[in-house]
Each structure stands twice: as structure tokens, then as C-alpha cells.
């Protein structure tokens, strides 16, 4: 059974700390995906890995950093959280090509107080 | 830049009714096409996916969407709803033939099926 973990469903965190958000895939798929969803907005790409090592910026990138050391792990780094940045965090992975299904994790929920 | 917009953001109906729920897309480029589900508490599932060939794809649970490339619509229709059905439906979309492996969502549809 094809599986995303990520390591918090639920955090709470405070103005200015620094936020790392963990996602782990077991399908040895190229591409990983972080999206925020947000009531009415849908989802949105923060950023997007092809390859150990690569990333690309999606549509909000900003107050965002990301990091993919091995292909089975992608974090996602908050570097001085904001109260803005209180959303649901869903982590996606898929085979490369784009006519692939995504995969999602559970989602976490981060709060920034 | 490719977008999607669903027309409806909540749709209740009860029990054993006929749903649709709309979804449309705007592209310079071919696509393809996908519902993906998301139960309450839970991450984002495939539902259905159109690829090319029959331009009706069905789900296993019996949803159906039917692919209308004259009037970029991608619905979403059930014939009879059970209240398992009550999730958000997001109706998604990728440019055939990119680098860029991405996947544009629309804003979300709520169906709510009450008994």
C-alpha cells in the first residue's frame, strides 16, 4: 500500500520561530510536492521537487524554503513563521510525468500564534 | 497559465439523489484531467482520471465525469449519493507534454448528502 507520511498532524508554533515540516514517501517517486489549502483558496504549490536536490517555486514561495537531501523525504521550512502562515500543510509525491497521479499525506495543521 | 474554476462551492443534497458538480478549465494547451476527493480529516485521493481515449471515465464507486473538450468541462455526476459521499470534491488539471509536472486545483466543491 502506497504511503505519504508526515511527521505532525498538528503543531502550534509562535511568531518569528523557525518551522520544519517533515514528509516522508515510501514509493521511491521522483517528484514531492507541499501545498497549503486554505478554506475557499483550494490548494496552493508552495514548491515542488524533480530530483534529490531540485526544487522549483510554485505559485506562493514566499516565506517559504524547502529541502530534499534523499528522494524519499522532503521538508519544508518555515524560516520566521507568521500568523498569515496558519493553514493545513498537504505533501504530495508522484512518478515523474504529468499525466501521474499525486499521493497525499494526512496533512498537518499548523498554527502560528 | 493554465486555471479551473468549479462552479459550485457547496452542494447539499440528500440521500439518493442524482449529482453534479461542475468543473471547468481554461488552457492554451492540451490537459489532463482529474477529480481527486478529500473525506473529512483525511489527505487528497484520486478519484478519477481522464487520459485520453473515451471521453467518459468512471470511478469505482460509481461517480462518472465526462471529458468535453468544446466546452473545457471536466463534471463530475452520480446517479444516486449515499451520505459516505460527504466530502470535498477538487476538480484538477496538467499540461500534457510539460517539464512542468504540476497540477492546478480548483477551489473545491463541499457535497453534503443529508439523510
Known amino acids: 500500500d502506497v504511503k505519504v507520511t508526515q511527521s505532525s498532524r498538528y503543531l502550534v508554533k509562535r511568531t518569528g520561530e523557525k518551522v520544519f515540516l517533515e514528509c516522508v514517501q515510501d514509493?521511491?517517486?521522483?517528484?514531492m510536492f507541499w501545498y497549503r489549502q486554505d478554506p475557499g483558496l483550494g490548494l496552493r504549490l508552495i514548491y515542488f521537487s524533480y530530483d534529490v536536490k531540485m526544487k522549483e517555486k510554485g505559485d506562493i514561495p514566499e516565506g517559504y524554503s524547502v529541502s530534499r537531501e534523499k528522494k524519499e523525504r522532503f521538508s519544508l521550512i518555515l524560516e520566521s513563521a507568521s500568523t498569515n502562515q496558519t493553514s493545513m500543510y498537504l505533501c504530495a509525491s508522484s512518478l515523474e510525468g504529468p499525466s501521474y497521479e499525486q499521493y497525499f499525506g494526512p496533512g498537518t495543521r499548523l498554527t502560528v500564534t | 497559465a493554465q486555471s479551473v474554476t468549479q462552479l459550485d462551492s457547496q452542494v447539499p443534497v440528500f440521500e439518493e439523489a442524482p449529482v453534479e458538480l461542475r468543473c471547468n478549465y481554461s488552457?492554451?494547451?492540451?490537459?489532463?484531467l482529474f477529480w481527486y476527493v478529500q473525506y473529512p480529516n483525511q489527505g487528497l485521493q484520486l478519484l478519477l482520471k481522464?487520459?485520453?481515449?473515451?471521453?467518459l471515465v468512471e470511478s469505482i464507486n460509481g461517480f462518472e465525469a465526462e471529458f468535453n473538450k468544446s466546452q473545457t468541462s471536466f463534471h463530475l455526476r452520480k446517479p444516486s449519493v449515499h451520505i459516505s459521499d460527504t466530502a470535498e470534491y477538487f476538480c484538477?488539471?496538467?499540461?500534457?507534454?510539460?517539464?512542468?509536472?504540476?497540477?492546478?486545483f480548483g477551489k473545491g466543491t463541499l457535497l453534503t448528502v443529508n439523510p
Open positions: 488552457s492554451s494547451v492540451s490537459v489532463y
Open positions: 514509493m521511491d517517486h521522483e517528484n
Open positions: 484538477a488539471v496538467s499540461l500534457r507534454g510539460g517539464s512542468n509536472y504540476k497540477l492546478t
Open positions: 481522464y487520459l485520453s481515449g473515451s471521453t
